[in-house]
């Protein structure tokens, strides 16, 4: 949602416990549960926040959207138990909730939802706003804190379950247009940690850079969104990974690396260890992206064909 992370691969003071890192408590969790107060509260938000990003997305602007059959077909009919990233660039604080807005797309169902990780000195700076965003189905991702951090485990869970869950793996919000930037390694971590392999599906947008644009006035944005503008979104196929066999590669490229330690615990899947798990997470993120440079550039043919 607002100003959604993914992680740095950057060391935190944490202690290692039973193989993870134990930091703080969870923020807030009992709120993001989908039992609590009968799941009123969470369907509540969805309706009113999906209303929001379907007018926004269909009558104040225009969404033109390629593939989005294959979006829509995942997150309402994958296999049992198979859970589903979707990951994409990051143009405004707005992508996440209006990218979901489109024709077709059930917006206001809070069950078929995505979760996302979430910037958390933006959306839980308070109680309320941390209240809120639970119930929006949002993971506190703290700046700085690594892959191993405890909200990172909450993610994993979620995986575990079967959920789909949203990254915006550059990390920040940029609004030029230029090439995608080197992807942070927390979106890879949970790729190749997770109990079942998910379905990474990459989607590209443009348009939300001018929906809300970060330098409107004095430096700031506006306080609404922008109308009459055009947002083009781009959803590939999804990428394929054999992660036995980038394990195995990752092996045998990591005993020719040198790199500082900072102290990572072994992977409870074949128990990679701290440079192998690097070789592994960086090949990872190579691949998906330059999976989605070759949708941006095919999003300029398709902008232009659209105009």
Not at 46 to 74: E, P
Not at 136 to 149: L, N
Not at 235 to 242: D, L, V
Not at 275 to 285: D, E, H, P, V
């Amino acid at each position: 949602m607002l100003s959604s992370l993914d992680v740095v691969h950057h060391h935190h003071q944490h202690v290692v416990v039973g193989g993870r890192k134990e930091g703080k408590m969870r923020r807030m969790e009992w709120a993001a549960g989908a039992n609590h107060m009968g799941g009123l509260p969470r369907k509540m938000v969805f309706m009113a926040v999906g209303a929001l990003a379907k007018v926004a997305a269909t009558l104040l602007n225009s969404t033109s959207v390629h593939n989005a059959d294959t979006l829509i077909r995942l997150v309402r009919s994958r296999p049992p138990g198979v859970p589903l990233i979707t990951v994409s660039n990051h143009m405004s604080t707005l992508d996440d909730p209006v990218m979901w807005g489109f024709k077709g797309f059930p917006t206001t169902d809070a069950k078929l939802a995505r979760w996302v990780l979430a910037a958390e000195d933006i959306c839980f700076k308070n109680a309320l706003l941390s209240y809120f965003f639970r119930l929006g189905k949002c993971i506190p991702i703290t700046r700085g804190a690594g892959i191993y951090q405890e909200h990172m485990n909450e993610a994993l869970e979620r995986l575990s379950d079967g959920a789909w869950l949203h990254t915006f793996p550059e990390g920040k919000v940029s609004q030029e247009d230029k090439p995608i930037r080197r992807l942070k390694w927390g979106t890879a971590s949970l790729i190749a940690r997770a109990p079942v392999t998910p379905i990474v599906l990459p989607i590209v947008h443009h348009g939300f850079e001018e929906v809300m644009p970060e330098n409107f006035f004095c430096g700031r944005r506006p306080p609404f969104p922008l109308c009459n503008k055009n947002i083009k979104i781009i959803i590939g196929e999804p990428i394929e990974f054999n992660l036995p066999k980038l394990r195995k590669m990752a092996i045998s490229m990591s005993r020719d690396s040198s790199f500082s330690s900072v102290g990572w615990p072994s992977t409870s899947r074949c128990g990679l260890h701290e440079a192998a798990q690097r070789c592994l997470y960086a090949t990872i993120s190579e691949h998906i992206q330059t999976v989605m440079e070759s949708l941006r550039s095919f999003g300029k043919t398709f902008r232009s064909s659209k105009v």
